[in-house]
């Protein structure tokens, strides 16, 4: 009834939904995956991803020097951009000991350059991978991983799942990141 009284309204709000839908908004919404995110002891789902520069590289790859520390993240996520700074401190102390660490972006509307400008104003080193979207618009590698950013696991040299942090609070997220490397032999 009340879209009766107000047929104009009614045509444009369809065909804003319709252009929305067109114009690719329909990604962003989407549905957790089933189960969570991955636990501790979970193998980690493989994949292979570019860098921004467009070199395809693998978590079997990063794996064969040792493990991983692999982080989602997007550009909208306050959490996600004071993370970075200690993944890279962690990235600079550990990497002689063997430990990779890459940062996997999945915003759907983060362009390669407004990920440049970040790293390059963060002063980041370690790699950053860029999700690929499928034909549906769905992210190819994110959904196998977890449903919220930023995410970070920590996996073992034989691919398991060694510590798994969602989020990253002000005063928890530096010091569940220690404990986690610790835990794994990274002092």
């Given at each position: 009834m009340?879209?009766?009284?107000?047929?104009?309204?009614?045509?444009?709000?369809?065909a804003?939904?319709?252009a929305l839908l067109l114009l690719g908004a329909a990604p962003a919404i989407r549905a957790a995956p089933p189960g969570g995110m991955l636990k501790v002891g979970d193998?980690?789902?493989e994949f292979t991803l570019k860098t921004l520069d467009g070199v395809p590289v693998s978590l079997a790859a990063l794996l064969r020097r040792g493990p991983v520390l692999l982080n989602f993240y997007s550009l909208d996520c306050k959490f996600c951009g004071d993370e970075l700074p200690h993944l890279q401190e962690t990235f600079v102390r550990y990497r002689k000991a063997g430990l990779s660490v890459a940062s996997v972006n999945v915003g759907y509307e983060d362009t390669?350059?407004?990920?440049?400008?970040?790293?390059n104003a963060?002063?980041?080193?370690?790699?950053?991978?860029?999700?690929?979207?499928?034909?549906?618009?769905s992210l190819r590698v994110f959904p196998a991983w977890g449903q919220g950013y930023p995410t970070t696991y920590?996996?073992?040299?034989?691919?398991?799942?060694r510590a798994a942090m969602a989020g990253f609070p002000d005063a928890e997220g530096p010091r569940k990141l220690s404990e986690a490397l610790a835990a794994a032999g990274f002092r």
């Open positions: 009340f879209l009766d009284l107000f047929p104009r309204f009614a045509t444009r709000a369809a804003a939904l319709c193998r980690a789902p390669t350059e407004g990920i440049r400008r970040l790293w963060k002063g980041l080193t370690f790699p950053c991978l860029k999700d690929e979207r499928k034909p549906d618009g920590l996996i073992g040299k034989d691919g398991r799942i």
